[in-house]
C-alpha cells in the first residue's frame, strides 16, 4: 500500500464541463483541505501503467483528511507544501504547483473529462486534486505524519 500527499477540493456548487476552467473551480469550491490518498490497487505487477491503474478504479483505497480547511482565495494554493514523513524520517516532500502547475488545474481535467462521458462534479463531493509528491510504501504497524505548514497536519497509523 502506498500514500500519496494531496489538496482536497469541498465543491458547493456543480461543475459540468466542457471548458470548465480554472476559475470556475475555485468559484465552485467551499474550501480547500489538506489530505492524504491511500493508494491501495488490487493488482500489483511489474510494468503497470496508467490503463492498468484506471482499469483498477485508479487504485483509490481511501482518503484521510486533516488540517485546516481554508477558502481557496486564503492563500496561494500553488505553494501550498508538504512534508511527508514515515515512523518520523522524513520520506518525501512536494509543492501543490506540482499537480499540473496548480492544484486546481486537476478538478479541471477531471470535470472536462466526465463532460465527455455525460457526467459532472457535484456539489458537496470532495475531490482529491492529484497528488505532489512520490508515492510512498508503508507497512503495518508504520506512523504516517504529513506537515501542511500553515494548513495543520495529518497523523495515521497503519494496522
Not at 492544484?103 to 470535470?111: F, I, N, S, Y
Request: proline share 4%; with cysteine; aromatic share 6%.
Amino acid at each position: 500500500m502506498r500514500i500519496e500527499v494531496a489538496l482536497a477540493f469541498v465543491l458547493s456548487q456543480d461543475l459540468k464541463g466542457p471548458d470548465v476552467p480554472v476559475f470556475d473551480v475555485l468559484k465552485a469550491t467551499e474550501h480547500v483541505v489538506p489530505a492524504l490518498e491511500v493508494v491501495s490497487s488490487r493488482i500489483e505487477m511489474k510494468g503497470r501503467t496508467i490503463v492498468n491503474t484506471i482499469a483498477d478504479n485508479a487504485a483509490l483505497g481511501a482518503m484521510v483528511l486533516g488540517g485546516r480547511p481554508v477558502a481557496v482565495d486564503a492563500l496561494d494554493l500553488r505553494w501550498v507544501s508538504a512534508l511527508l514523513y514515515r515512523n518520523q524520517t522524513i520520506e518525501e516532500s512536494g509543492v501543490a504547483a506540482a499537480v499540473l502547475n496548480h492544484p486546481a488545474a486537476g478538478v479541471v481535467w477531471l470535470a472536462n473529462k466526465l463532460a465527455a462521458h455525460g457526467d459532472h462534479l457535484k456539489a458537496g463531493e470532495i475531490i482529491l486534486a492529484g497528488f505532489f509528491t512520490r508515492p510512498m510504501w508503508v507497512d503495518p504497524g508504520d506512523t504516517v505524519h504529513a506537515d501542511y505548514r500553515e494548513l495543520g497536519s495529518i497523523t495515521c497509523r497503519f494496522v
